[in-house]
């Protein structure tokens, strides 16, 4: 709108505006033909969640790690009564999603919010995906997994997850 109003003293205003819609329309046909045909719903949700971090490679990679290597969102997104991942509030932490086959005394019925602000500082959260410790000095518990990511790979994870708007997950 705003270069359109600049350029408001062509001598031609109406060709103008009808070029811009032409081009507007264009680019609308090539958006939703082109969307549906190579994404599905979900993958176009879960894309939402880079919002914040598009142009940014490393936390661009975290997104991958996280939603398509590591799969933290299964145990850290709340699900919807059907069961499905709630992606309107990703990674904004949930009950965990099953129990132990044996009864096992320490088992947490919490996956933590991990999306925006971090739990732990910078260096915490990478010990914990390089090495698997917590702030404790000890491992989580089953079944958070014990990562041994790169530290590349760490720095790439906690970027997206800092990248996610807190609390109010990815379509928002
Ligand atoms: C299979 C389920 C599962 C997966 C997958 C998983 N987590 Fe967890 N995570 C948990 C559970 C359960 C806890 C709580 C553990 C506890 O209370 O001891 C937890 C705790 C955490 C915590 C500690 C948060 C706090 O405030 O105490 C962080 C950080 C974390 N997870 C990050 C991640 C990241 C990042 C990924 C993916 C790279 C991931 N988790 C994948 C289940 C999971």
Not at 18 to 36: E, N, Q, W
Not at 43 to 53: D, L, M, V
Not at 90 to 99: D, K, N
Request: charged share 15%; glycine share 10%; proline share 8%.
């Amino acid at each position: 709108m705003q270069s359109h109003n600049s350029l408001e003293g062509w001598s031609s205003p109406s060709r103008f505006r009808r070029l811009i819609t032409g081009l507007s329309i264009g680019a609308f046909l090539v958006f939703i033909a082109g969307g549906p045909s190579f994404t599905t719903a979900q993958e176009k949700k879960q894309a939402a969640t880079a919002t914040n971090s598009s142009g940014n490679a490393t936390s661009a990679r975290g997104k991958y790690i996280v939603t398509e290597v590591a799969k933290c969102g299964n145990c850290h997104t709340p699900r919807m009564q059907n069961g499905e991942l709630d992606y309107s509030r990703w990674l904004a932490g949930g009950p965990v999603p099953y129990l132990p086959a044996q009864p096992q005394g320490d088992w947490p019925l919490l996956c933590p919010r991990i999306g925006g602000l971090p739990p732990a500082n910078d260096a915490q959260m990478i010990t914990l995906l390089t090495t698997g410790i917590w702030t404790t000095g000890k491992p989580l518990r089953s079944p958070m997994p014990e990562f041994h990511m790169t530290r590349a790979d760490a720095e790439a994870v906690l970027a997206y997850l800092k990248s996610i708007t807190s609390g109010r997950g990815a379509t928002q």
